[in-house]
């Protein structure tokens, strides 16, 4: 069964999810990919404030084409999450609940978002044109100049993720695999 | 001597990068709808029905396939006996690539190496140019993802590894690549040359219609089997579990030094995007 879910995502509904489950997300979500991780992980080694507050947040490894004239935005699949694994443990450190990428994650992401309480979504790489109709909204809120690298606000509805890590030590990259794998 | 205007050159850069960005072929269509019909993962067939869906869509909305709409990479075949009029070749290859991205809206992913500085019209492409026989010139057209390009490899392995050793170097970048490279994949390899020729004939190779099997019966056989291995690795799709880990291995191979034997592996997305056409 497909479960529908909100972002930010409540306590109650974050401990439910396990890894295999699908879900629909709706709600507010922001794109991050490598140059803004690197901002953000460089403003916090300078101690200054993030561009928005990662506490109970979403982040969506994501840059997006530009939108054609009349659409909200282009299309707007996931990238490789494990670029992004340098930077998200001090992330969750600092409250970041959950990640939406493609691929799978280093142990040491795996390990925060089970010390953390937090989830590892994996949306589908390459649906990039049927991800574009799931985004009712954009504003890109910092790092304008990064261009489709610059963290924007996206007001998703239906968004189709399977939860791929959980916080209680599912991690459907080892099962989903050791499954199939023939000798 | 035929003479052939540079301006010609541009509007077949443009419309071939406009055409390969949304319109999946009909070879990786046919082959992610026979992976459907045979994976027996459900996450792995739930994925093969976004991206057929998601293809689908594209070409509909004349939107590109995928958001990473790639380095442009082209092979031009240019025939001895042509002759070029109207300006500089390489820039006109230059205007046709960045007038494509601009119209298309697609996206400027091309930035300097180390200051990582975007040019913001997703120049400069990538060009391979060969001189054949003849007065045409063949253009393929070819955008590239970086998901699956990062999860490229060269092997120099040594003569003593021999025909094993190649099979078991493809295998082994196919399964350290896990779910990175967007699978289902269709996995290049340059057998022989020199370290940079067999990266460039892995990368060739990806320009075949996928899953026609090489003209060499040698090399056909071995893609075959090494198909079949890869799909055994139950990597699946997306990395998420499943019988479908490659579409196609397509294999090219050319004379090497007494010394060596460098096994090149070009990965590429289900995303195999590239358009031909001939002048």
Redesign the interface.
């Known amino acids: 069964m497909v479960k529908q879910i909100h972002a930010p995502l409540q306590p109650e509904e974050l401990a439910s999810l396990r890894a295999g489950d699908s879900v629909l997300l709706s709600g507010t979500i922001y794109t991050g990919r490598d140059a803004a991780h690197k901002r953000m992980c460089a403003l916090i080694a300078d101690g200054q404030a993030l561009p928005f507050d990662v506490r109970g947040q979403v982040i969506y490894y994501a840059g997006p084409c530009p939108a054609k004239t009349g659409d909200v935005i282009g299309s707007c699949g996931p990238t490789t999450s494990s670029r992004m694994d340098a930077y998200s443990p001090l992330l969750c450190g600092l409250g970041l609940i959950g990640m939406i990428g493609k691929g799978p994650r280093g142990p040491q992401v795996v390990e925060a978002i089970q010390r953390n309480g937090g989830v590892y979504f994996a949306a589908t790489g390459g649906a990039g044109a049927l991800i574009a109709g799931c985004v009712k909204a954009v504003n890109v809120i910092a790092f304008d100049d990064l261009g489709t690298e610059a963290i924007r606000e996206l007001k998703v509805e239906n968004l189709p993720l399977i939860v791929a890590v959980d916080a209680h030590g599912g991690n459907l990259y080892e099962q989903g695999p050791a499954q199939y794998r023939r000798e | 001597m035929r003479e052939i205007s540079t301006q010609l050159v541009e509007e077949t850069v443009c419309s071939l990068f406009l055409s390969a960005c949304c319109e999946i072929g009909s070879d990786v269509l046919g082959l992610l709808n026979a992976a459907l019909d045979r994976e027996?993962?459900p996450?792995g067939r739930?994925?093969l029905r976004?991206?057929i869906?998601?293809d689908e869509?594209?070409a509909r909305?004349?939107?590109?396939?995928?958001?990473?709409?790639g380095m442009a990479v082209i092979f031009m075949e240019v025939g001895q006996d042509v002759h070029f009029t109207g300006g500089d070749i390489n820039e006109a290859i230059e205007t046709g690539v960045r007038r494509a991205y601009r119209e298309g809206?697609?996206?400027?992913?091309v930035l300097t190496p180390l200051g990582?500085v975007?040019t913001?019209d997703n120049t400069p492409a990538i060009v391979h140019t060969r001189i054949v026989p003849g007065d045409r010139v063949t253009l393929t057209a070819a955008p590239k993802g970086f998901?699956s390009e990062?999860m490229s490899r060269l092997f120099m392995l040594t003569p003593s590894q021999g025909v094993q050793g190649v099979k078991d170097a493809v295998v082994e970048a196919v399964r350290l690549a896990?779910?990175?490279?967007?699978p289902p994949v269709v996995v290049g390899v340059g057998i022989g040359g020199t370290a940079e020729y067999a990266m460039l004939m892995a990368k060739h190779s990806l320009t075949r219609e996928c899953g026609e099997p090489s003209p060499d019966p040698e090399l056909a056989a071995m893609e075959r089997e090494l198909l079949e291995r890869i799909n055994?690795?139950?990597?699946?799709p997306?990395?998420?579990?499943?019988?479908t880990t490659a579409l196609a291995v397509h294999i090219e191979q050319m004379h090497t030094h007494i010394a060596g034997l460098p096994v090149a592996v070009n990965m590429q997305?289900?995303?195999a995007r590239h358009k031909t056409a001939v002048i």
């Open positions: 027996e993962s996450f739930e994925v976004q991206l869906e998601n869509l594209a909305r004349r939107m590109p396939i995928c958001q990473d709409t809206c697609f996206r400027a992913s990582r975007n913001k998901g990062n896990g779910g990175n490279p967007c055994c690795l139950g990597i699946g997306q990395g998420l579990g499943g019988r997305c289900h995303a």
